[in-house]
């Protein structure tokens, strides 16, 4: 593009910044004028530095764009040319607004080589960037955590790496075969110790103790000792071997294992030495109380089912509109029901004896529930039950679509992250193939060369620098100089 004859033509002077100035730039095949007034309106930019570099010569030049042609006296960038077009609106307007299809992440990059400061992009696509930021630094840590579980660190003592061992095993039933098993079986358990409780309730199936009090069948009790055995042997694995014991114990779902396990200790302890402190019925009624704390473990499906933990996390998200459900629902109680208790005090049977008795009317009404104990007798009683009724199936359907949104969004993201993960994983197993010679695939299983994250001994930065990806993850490194794009916005 430029010869060593051209470095002498440099016309200082028209680059003046005292004079009416306009310089030529081309983003990617995009040849645009722009003015010296208007770029000198933030002089931190990479444009405004533009107006002024002519008189370092050619060594400021090019630390400023990628190419330049004194002829025309332009400048060249190899840059997204669609997200120049938004870039370049900061100097006209004052703020810069993403256009939708442009990936969030590869649109910061080229706001910082543009040096655009990203307080001038608007609130909703700083949210759009916080999201894609999010979903970037889950797949490094879903890397991370599938990488770590990969390597050996041979430094560690052999307790320790046992230690990794059950972990792995007991958490991630994706690991082995034999973790696999184990998963099932333990879904199984949990099946079985459900359906147990609940034929044990069956009266046929009851025999009676010494007393004469009716008790679950011999067998029955048996199969649930062995299924809270296995509960009790599986929490003390997961437990000796977590990293972090404080967390793990703390965590909800290993909460709800404690409860699923603890009724059946402590009922056997109040069977055997309760009754000695206390009057066998008060021990009874105890251990009834703590038999029924069982409906507990059924929660514990959620550890081995990926839909439970959709939902449980599309619940979380949607709390807004569950509020304002149960806000809608709450007004109509209370004004339907007070209503109804106005209206129905004229009819000597009435049903409606006071207002917070009609609430239960209401609520059963509202839902559509109806079951009939409670009931207008009135005309107006009638009417004003018939217009409850359509106002619960309005109040109950306005928030029910942005609740099934968030479960889609998160179901699909969740499916993206893990696409993802794979596809990153995949990416770092062909680099290390193509780039270290005889390593190739036994390189990546064997752990020798998979610690790449920080700290961890060698870098991702070996993978990605072997070639120009369209797919690397800036989490899982600090490189700055190395200029890719990233992955597209799913």
């Known amino acids: 593009m430029i010869d060593g004859s051209g470095f002498e033509d440099l016309n200082e002077s028209e680059y003046s910044e005292d004079s009416e100035v306009e310089i030529a730039v081309n983003v990617g095949g995009i040849r645009q004028i722009l003015y010296g007034d208007i770029l000198n309106r933030y002089p931190e930019t990479r444009l405004a530095e533009l107006m002024n570099c002519m008189a370092g010569g050619y060594d400021a030049i090019f630390s400023l764009c990628d190419d330049y042609d004194p002829g025309k006296r332009e400048f060249y960038f190899d840059r997204d040319p669609d997200a120049f077009k938004c870039i370049i609106e900061v100097y006209y307007y004052g703020e810069v607004h993403m256009k939708k299809g442009i990936c969030p992440i590869c649109f910061k990059n080229e706001m910082e080589f543009w040096k655009v400061d990203l307080s001038f992009l608007d609130e909703c696509c700083k949210s759009h960037l916080s999201e894609k930021k999010e979903e970037l630094e889950e ?60 034929v044990g309730t069956i009266p046929e199936l009851q025999v009676s103790d010494a007393e004469g009090n009716p008790v679950e069948h011999p067998t ?15 929490y ?37 030495l309760g009754a000695r402190m206390m009057e066998l019925t008060n021990v009874q009624q105890a251990v009834q109380a703590l038999r029924i704390m069982r409906i507990a473990r059924i929660f514990k499906l959620a550890r081995h089912s990926s839909g ?7 619940l979380k998200s949607s709390f807004k509109e569950l ?24 009819h000597p049977d009435t049903l409606f004896k006071s207002i917070p008795q009609s609430f239960w009317w209401a609520i059963i009404t509202m839902t559509t529930v109806g079951y009939g104990d409670i009931y207008p007798k009135t ?27 968030n479960f889609v969004k998160y179901y699909n993201k969740q499916r993206v992250l893990e696409t993802a993960t794979k596809h990153e994983l995949e990416l770092m197993e062909l680099h290390s193939g193509s780039g270290e010679g005889d390593l190739g695939r036994s390189t990546l299983n064997s752990g020798s060369s998979l ?14 620098k072997l070639s120009h990806s369209d797919t690397f993850i800036p ?3 600090n490189e700055q100089n190395h200029r890719t794009r990233l992955q597209s916005c799913k």
């Not at 075969?177 to 949990?190: E, G, K």
């Not at 439970?308 to 599309?314: E, I, P, R, S």
Request: aromatic fraction near 12%; charged fraction near 15%; charge should be positive.
């Open 323 to 346: 509020g304002l459900l149960l806000m809608y629902l709450a007004v109509g109680i209370f004004v339907f029901s007070a209503l109804g208790y106005t209206m129905e005090q004229s």
């Open 379 to 405: 005309t107006l009683g009638k009417l004003n039950a018939a217009t409850s009724f359509l106002c619960g199936v309005i109040a109950i359907a306005l928030p029910i679509h942005p609740i099934i949104n």
């Open 139 to 198: 797949i490094a840590r879903r890397v991370q955590t599938i990488l770590d579980d990969l390597g050996v660190d041979q430094t560690e003592s052999r307790w320790k790496r046992f230690m990794k061992y059950v972990w792995k095993f007991m958490e991630k039933p994706e690991s082995s075969y034999p973790a696999r098993v184990t998963a099932v079986l333990s879904f199984l358990f949990i099946l079985i110790s459900s359906v147990v409780m609940c």
């Open 220 to 234: 029955l009790d048996s199969i649930e000792t062995a299924c809270i055995g296995w509960f009790t042997l599986e």
């Open 475 to 477: 989490a899982l490194f």
């Open 236 to 272: 003390i694995l997961r437990l000796i071997s977590s990293p972090n014991k404080f967390h793990f114990a703390i965590s909800f779902m290993n909460i709800i294992d404690v409860l699923a396990i603890l009724p059946f200790y402590v009922s056997l302890s109040l069977t055997h």
């Open 451 to 464: 610690q790449v994250m920080e700290g961890k001994g060698l870098s991702a930065w070996r993978y990605t």
């Open 308 to 314: 439970l933990q959709t939902l449980t996390y599309a």
